[in-house]
């Protein structure tokens, strides 16, 4: 095999681990939208941390990867029209990417101040308070809510 082949190899592996993130979130979005504790919420964390490596990796793979390929093989340039549309796709999606993190992280934040206040946990006599984050990830699914 030679070098273009090995990258091209490593640039579809990239792909896939994007693929494999966004799948990921979306699981942790399907489960988080069950949790109405801080302490739920911020138990899912590592696990958004491994989505956020296979993304990251996903995501410097496939550009910096499928870039080299477009100059390094023949028959391709960087200005195809196929080209240049994934690469607007690329830019399209880190920008809801990051966009979608912000909206996570304030989640997140907000059941880390509950718990420091002491607030994690429901008890029975509790009433459901609007303060209380329904899931991490409620901003991103659901705008219209307040959590």
């Known amino acids: 095999m030679s070098f273009d082949d090995w990258t091209l190899a490593l640039h579809v592996v990239s792909a896939f681990s994007f693929v494999a ?14 949790i109405d504790t801080p302490e739920g919420t911020l138990r899912l964390g590592p696990v958004a941390k491994v989505g956020n490596a296979t993304i990251g990796i996903g995501m410097g793979g496939t550009i910096v990867l499928g870039v080299w390929l ?3 093989v023949g028959g391709y340039d960087i200005w195809d029209g196929w080209i240049v549309a994934a690469l607007v796709l690329w830019f399209v999606g880190a920008e809801l990417g990051r966009r979608t993190g912000v909206a996570y992280l ?9 718990e420091a206040r002491g607030r994690g946990a429901r008890t029975q006599s509790s009433s459901p308070s609007t303060e209380r984050p329904k899931a991490s990830f409620c901003i991103s699914c659901r705008p219209w809510s307040s959590c």
């Open 21 to 34: 993130g966004v799948i990921l979130f979306w699981a942790l979005i399907v489960a988080v939208r069950r």
């Open 70 to 72: 477009a100059f390094s």
């Open 106 to 114: 304030e989640g997140t934040k907000k059941a880390e101040e509950l």
